[in-house]
């Protein structure tokens, strides 16, 4: 392999788990710096991919500030007082009351106003959209009435063509649509002048590390000169359901939040780790460079996707830090390889 590296970053989704990769984040840009590499990050990373809030924090970074197009919309500082002290305002519990005005079957009523989110993502991100952004970026998502996956990039198709085009704002709030959470996105599809309904891109791929290569070989990077920085935001591998449990919870069982929406929680747990596997066997044979996986457990009651209570904000920085502790060679040589790209 001759030539400048090429790093991609992909972020899975897992809610207010998000602070664990922003964590990680700020202690590579910490390194970063310490190397004399003081760019923002954008600058070191060619893709940056996310699904849900792994696409929160992915647009953060590689969106223009709507103010200073020259700028990142959101730094490591930011993002990180989002998931310690904004998300409290996210996800706040609409009351009774309120559901019921929203929706006389208040039952079958999302959980969340999606309004709190939606004001962050426009004081944000403006109305800058995908094809402005700081560097590759990939969203996922998935179209509930075309009944397919979306990918929202500024890369190629298949074809060389343009892909079409959304706002940032917009294409954060449909990667971040989780199903019981919040309402699907209609988002505009700036490219044809229709609107997409979306939902959450975890539902179909909460870790994105294949789809971001994929949209590396459209581009006709060298698999050669590739390395994947993928990072999870934790697993509860050692809470599992019992039959007695999962016997006794019927339909409305499997998606209540009480029970921490066991579904959707398999869901993405099983495809997180499916993609994980698939990709540091896969990948290699593919002809690219490295794959590094950082990932970690999460101690009980920790794996709610809306758990925003001090508490466990302080145990996922506790899962941070382990991960931080026990890779901190690797985080070493990741800063050293890293180099600001020259585009």
């Known amino acids: ?20 990769p922003v964590r990680i984040l700020e202690t590579l840009e910490a390194r970063l710096r310490a190397l004399g590499k003081s760019a923002p990050m954008h600058r070191y990373f060619d893709m940056i991919a996310g699904s849900s809030t792994g696409g929160l924090i992915a647009a953060g970074l590689a969106a223009p500030g709507p103010d200073d ?7 490591i500082t930011e993002l990180r007082r989002f998931f310690e002290v904004d998300a409290r305002d996210v996800f706040r519990r609409k009351s009774l009351f309120e559901r019921f005005v929203a929706n006389p079957r208040a039952l079958f009523d999302e959980r969340y106003d999606e309004r709190p989110l939606e004001r962050i993502l426009k004081d944000q991100l403006g109305w800058t959209s995908l094809q402005s952004a700081l560097t590759r970026i990939v969203l996922t998502a998935y179209d509930i009435e075309r009944r397919e996956a979306v990918f929202m990039t500024n890369g190629r198709q298949s074809d060389g063509s343009r892909p079409d085009d959304y706002y940032f704002w917009q294409a954060v709030r449909a990667t971040t649509a989780a199903p019981v959470y919040f309402e699907p996105m209609r988002a505009e599809n700036l490219t044809h002048g229709d609107e997409r309904v979306l939902i959450d891109g975890g539902v179909v791929m909460n870790n994105p590390v294949l789809a971001a290569y994929l949209e590396a070989m459209k581009l006709g990077w060298s698999a050669q000169e590739i390395t994947f920085l993928s990072l999870g935001t934790g697993a509860a591998s ?18 209540s939040p009480g029970n921490g929406t066991p579904l959707l929680s398999i869901l993405a747990h099983g495809q997180s780790t499916t993609a994980a596997y698939q990709a540091e066997r896969l990948l290699p044979a593919a002809g690219v460079a490295e794959v590094i996986r950082l990932d970690g457990d999460l101690p009980e009651g920790a794996e709610a996707l809306d758990n925003t209570r001090p508490g466990n904000i302080i145990e ?28």
């Open 316 to 343: 996922l920085n506790g899962v941070a830090d382990r991960i931080i502790r026990d890779n901190t060679l690797t985080l070493d040589r990741i800063a050293a390889e890293m180099s600001e790209r020259d585009d």
């Open 238 to 255: 050692r809470r599992g359901y019992t039959f007695r449990e999962a016997s006794t919870w019927g339909p409305l069982g499997w998606l």
């Open 69 to 75: 197009l020259g700028g990142q919309a959101a730094g």
């Open 1 to 20: 392999m001759t030539g400048r590296r090429r790093f991609i970053l992909a972020i899975d989704g897992g809610g207010i788990r998000g602070l664990v």
